[in-house]
């Protein structure tokens, strides 16, 4: 219980522990798909104050770390280009592409800027009518309507020279990808509040009802984490199969309507590569064809890409759940925050930089 | 980047057609585009993800969560600059000037 002291409301902490500790009889192997939340459970020993049975697998939630490769190496080839401002969020920054990375293009002299907000890439664009202003969109559902209102106001403006390098992807096919995985071991999934924020709850209980498994949408704060927990360990211990919100707060049923008329009208699903997955069929988003000309992939036809992934990491193992960071033999070793071979030793939301930040003593003398 | 931070409306505005506003994030104030929480009002708390409002929260649970991500110095990363964070993790300094991070509209 040594990590109890640093939760908000310890008291509260230990009652919802005590709660799943009652409740629980056999073992239960968990996923939660939200790199927020892998990063707080990591960082707060929550899977260390569940019993022993309940195993959380981190799942691939973390949209820096299953952008694939290839659009990785099309954004740096984008970015090196003499008339291109290139823009992205900051974690983007040092996820490695086959041979380099954002930060290098930028070292190089590619003029490489961080932006808050995909409407400061478009701020950028306005001022700077001679240059093409390229925003790299990544994300889940929680990101795509910043992104899809960025490239509508740019149509509606009448700004030519931005656009957007779309590498959107969907939680609800990764789940039912994750599902269909011959060696799945996931019994039930923490569904991420925010994005259900967006998108609401409506495409859960199809899920549940199919896969036979509860789905809890549960936020990011460490006493949200363990309410979804609770919840989901009550579901499994009886049998049920339903979606539940523990977010309730922050998510309703119906999401944010604005935002997905917004992006109903902007983006089409598409097929999606995820890195360290492979492709999944209709996991993402890319622009609708009344859009397409603000696509920066058609813009400069970036071919010719041949990506190469670093032979050793194993990272897309651990976005399947399949093995813990720690079990890769790189771990700490060849592979670190410092000089990341995979992507999620990159972002603060990949499992492996939260294992290396939080576990590294733990980990070092195993 | 998952982070969606809840934040106080300070000012609303019009710029070029969009609904945007001031928003005060436990002392850090950002511009916040509102056109997807339309009615939201001044003294109102949103929750924000790159500079998007996409759901109301009420007063309390906004500050707690506030409080929460203060005391776990993640509104540092999420509002801090973007080199010098990858800078740091890289141990290398921040490559050229870094007047350019920072886009102020």
Request: hydrophobic letters at 40%; aromatic letters at 8%.
């Amino acid at each position: 219980m040594k990590y109890l002291d640093e939760f908000s409301d310890p008291e509260l902490a230990g009652k919802l522990v005590d709660q799943i500790r009652a409740a629980t009889s056999r073992r239960w192997a968990i996923m939660e798909v939200c790199g927020g939340q892998t990063h707080s459970i990591i960082r707060h020993g929550i899977d260390q104050l569940l019993p022993d049975e309940i195993e959380m697998i981190h799942g691939p939630g973390c949209p820096v770390c299953v952008t694939p490769l290839e659009m990785i190496d099309k954004a740096l080839e984008i970015a090196s280009r003499p008339d291109v401002i290139f823009c992205s969020f900051g974690d983007m920054l040092r996820v490695p592409g086959s041979k380099k990375d954002l930060f290098r293009i930028k070292s190089e002299g590619g003029d490489v800027r961080v932006v808050y907000s995909p409407l400061d890439a478009l701020t950028i664009a306005r001022e700077n009518p001679d240059r093409q202003v390229v925003f790299f969109g990544i994300g889940f559902e929680t990101t795509a309507p910043a992104n899809a209102m960025t490239v509508y106001q740019a149509k509606r403006l009448g700004v030519k020279n931005f656009s957007l390098l779309v590498s959107h992807v969907l939680v609800p096919p990764a789940i039912a990808a994750i599902m269909e995985s011959p060696t799945c071991r996931v019994q039930a999934f923490l569904a991420a509040g925010h994005v259900c924020c967006v998108m609401g709850t409506d495409e859960y209980p199809e899920l549940t009802e199919k896969y036979q498994i509860p789905i809890v949408v549960t936020g990011f704060e460490p006493l949200d984490i363990l309410e979804g927990i609770r919840r989901t360990v009550i579901q499994l211990e009886s049998g049920r199969h339903e979606l539940e919100n523990a977010y309730p707060r922050a998510v309703q049923a119906e999401g944010n309507k604005a935002a997905k008329a917004m992006l109903e009208d902007v983006f089409e699903v598409t097929d999606r590569a995820w890195r360290g997955i492979g492709m999944i069929p209709q996991s993402g988003w890319r622009l609708s064809p009344a859009y397409r000309e603000y696509d920066a992939e058609h813009r400069f036809s970036v071919t010719g890409i041949h990506t190469a992934e670093s032979d050793i990491c194993r990272s897309g193992e651990v976005l399947q759940g399949m093995i813990k960071p720690h079990e890769c033999a790189a771990f700490g070793k060849e592979c670190t925050p410092r000089n990341p071979l995979g992507a999620t030793m990159v972002s603060s939301e990949g499992a492996c930089a939260a294992y290396y930040l939080y576990r590294r003593l733990e980990v070092t003398h195993a | 980047m998952c982070l969606a931070v809840p934040g106080r409306i300070l000012s609303l505005s019009d710029r070029d057609g969009t609904l945007m506003s001031l928003v005060d994030f436990g002392g850090i104030q950002k511009d916040v585009c509102l056109q997807y929480i339309p009615d939201a009002a001044i003294g109102e708390y949103v929750v924000v993800h790159v500079g998007f409002a996409i759901q109301r929260l009420d007063e309390e649970s906004a500050i707690r969560t506030l409080a929460e991500f203060e005391h776990l110095g993640v509104l540092n990363e999420e509002f801090g600059d973007g080199f010098e964070i990858a800078a740091k993790q890289a141990g290398v300094p921040v490559p050229g000037s870094t007047a350019t991070t920072e886009v102020k509209s």
